[in-house]
Every structure is written in structure tokens, then in C-alpha cells.
């Protein structure tokens, strides 16, 4: 039984001993997920961004969740957390290396935010920077964007999302 202060032990309850278990060992059964050092996620996770859409004619607001280690793309998902979520991979280095929205297809905002705090959404239960054992989840190559880059900043949408997908991100006015 479970001693109370002053030596009292209250009737039912037992203690982590009495269970088979050592005061404050921790269950191997239960591993924990393994906490992710803020020194090891790279700095544009977080930024929200906003990318034009030429077919569209319209900018869009997204957030950087994720960062392909093979080839350094990031990912960037629109809607976070709503029904309507989707993401892109695209080369952020080098629009930000052209320096030019117009040309780039994309500006970073001041504005950042801690993605831990959505950790509900499917945006970061899929990120291999908030999840460095996950498995690593492949998309599809369609719907990627058209771009004045000849197309290779852009990359693909899983379940076939973007524009050509049915999904639909909002329009930086509607934000």
C-alpha cells in the first residue's frame, strides 16, 4: 500500500514496487519518442512562405515543415492543420540564392512559428526532422508547379494534391 504522510497508507492503492516494477524505472515496453534538439532543426523549418502559382496567377500562403535530406529540397505545406492540408517539395536555396520573388516564384515572410505546437497536424507527424525514425514516405510526381525555373524547384504532392489534385490552397488574400 501507498504510505501517506504521517505514515498512513491508504487502502487500494499500491505502489510502483508492488506492481513488479522499481520506483521511477520506466517501462521498456513504452519507448518514448526521442525529443528533437532545436539545434537540430534547420532554420527555415517553421518560416511561412509564400509561393505564386503561375497557372493560378495567385500567391499562396504556406509553412516550411520539413527538409529532404537527398537533395536539400524543403517541404512546404499549405493549410496546415485544416482538412485541405497539402504540401510541395521545393528548392528554397536556390530561390532565395535568385533573390527575386518574381523570378523565384517565392518570398519568406518575418513570421515563424514552433511547429511543436502543431504537433496534430499531418504536416509534422510526416516531417523526418520532427520524426528522424519515421519511415520515409515517397510522393508522387504530378501536380508539381510550372515555374520560370523550368520546372525544377517544384515537386511533387502526395495523394495528388495541389492544383491539378482537387485541393486547393488559399489565396494570400484570403488569409
Not at 151 to 162: E, F
Amino acid at each position: 500500500p501507498l504510505q501517506l504522510p504521517g505514515g498512513g497508507a491508504r487502502p487500494g492503492m499500491q505502489t510502483p514496487s508492488s506492481v513488479g516494477g522499481t520506483p521511477g524505472a520506466v517501462d521498456p515496453k513504452k519507448k518514448k519518442k526521442p525529443k528533437v534538439s532545436l539545434s537540430d532543426i534547420p532554420e527555415l523549418i517553421g518560416y511561412k512562405v509564400q509561393r505564386y502559382w503561375p497557372k493560378e496567377a495567385q500567391w499562396y500562403l504556406g509553412v516550411v515543415t520539413d527538409r529532404r535530406e537527398r537533395d536539400g529540397a524543403y517541404c512546404i505545406t499549405y493549410n496546415l492543420g485544416k482538412k485541405d492540408e497539402s504540401m510541395e517539395w521545393f528548392d528554397i536555396d536556390a530561390a532565395e540564392a535568385i533573390g527575386n520573388a518574381q523570378i523565384s516564384h517565392y518570398q519568406r515572410t518575418e513570421e515563424k512559428i514552433d511547429l511543436r505546437r502543431h504537433a496534430g497536424t499531418r504536416a509534422y507527424q510526416n516531417s523526418s526532422v520532427f520524426n528522424p525514425n519515421k519511415g520515409k514516405k515517397k510522393t508522387s510526381g504530378g501536380g508539381a508547379p510550372s515555374s520560370s525555373m523550368g520546372g525544377s524547384m517544384g515537386g511533387g504532392y502526395k495523394s495528388g494534391g495541389g492544383p491539378a489534385g482537387g485541393q486547393r490552397k488559399r489565396p494570400l488574400a484570403a488569409i
